[in-house]
């Protein structure tokens, strides 16, 4: 029988169980996010130069895409030849890869975005003259499709160097039997885009790479373009 007695003694009871927290589930401690991967210090901010050039962020450039020497990879590739003399450049646009042959059987190596006119032309020509920081020259045929270019046309002197200039802080411009191929090797390239087939553009590198290429190239250098496959839907936009 239930008596008074019984629901006073048990009534401390049912208070004290009313406060005890109900067991709580245990959960996996998440999986830590490793910090990103740091840039060498050869991609630090340029402070020498005319115009600005930013420190390229840590964490968005692929290590596989930073400037450096390897041994030749061109026993692998579609090029004329094996045994490519120094100075020559070899672009790779499928790869996203630059390569300047070096002494004693190496290469360096340059990660590149590549745009729709870069999957436009392939063979071989010369690196007929180079700029240091460029102006940009938007031909008739863009301007017939962006109007909004019209102000960078040839005829109305193009765009100044400097900062959201296309071509960036160095422009190769390559030849064929004397006449222009309207193909560049230029900085300018966005690091999230290094690596990549981007929309607008030819060979676009880092303008710490464009820098260092330019340095090291020159004039009249033979130039390879290995044959590629335009990436369907890709259309440009310079």
């Given amino acids: 029988m239930l008596t008074r007695r019984f ?54 450039v692929p290590p596989q895409f930073w400037r450096q020497e390897i041994d030749s990879p061109f026993p692998n590739l579609a090029v004329p030849e094996p045994n490519l003399p ?15 042959i070096q002494p004693g059987g190496k290469a360096l190596r340059y990660g590149v975005g590549t745009g729709a006119a870069a999957y436009a032309w392939s063979g071989e020509a010369r690196m007929q003259w180079k700029q240091q920081w460029p102006r940009w020259k938007a031909p008739d045929s863009m301007i017939a499709r962006r109007p909004e270019f019209a102000p960078y046309s040839v005829a109305n002197g193009g765009m100044a160097p400097g900062p959201g ?13 004397g006449e222009d191929t ?3 090797i230029h900085g300018a390239c966005e690091p999230q885009y290094v690596g990549k087939a981007v929309s607008s553009g030819c060979i ?12 090291r190239v020159r ?20």
């Fill in 204 to 215: 676009r590198l880092l303008d710490q790479d464009a820098i260092d290429l330019y340095d």
């Fill in 86 to 100: 120094v100075g020559t450049v070899v672009v790779d646009a499928d790869a996203n890869f630059l390569y300047l």
């Fill in 182 to 184: 309207l193909y560049r």
């Fill in 219 to 238: 004039e009249g250098a033979r130039v390879i373009v290995l044959p590629s496959t335009k990436p369907a839907g890709l259309a440009s936009i310079y």
């Fill in 7 to 60: 629901f006073v003694a048990a009534a401390p009871a049912a208070l004290l169980a009313a406060c005890v927290r109900p067991q709580e589930v245990t959960r996996a401690a998440p999986a830590a996010v490793p910090p990103p991967v740091p840039m060498p210090a050869r991609y630090g901010a340029l402070t020498d130069e005319p115009h600005p050039v930013p420190a390229v962020p840590d964490g968005i």
């Fill in 165 to 177: 200039n296309p071509l960036g802080a160095r422009a190769l411009y390559l030849f064929q039997n």
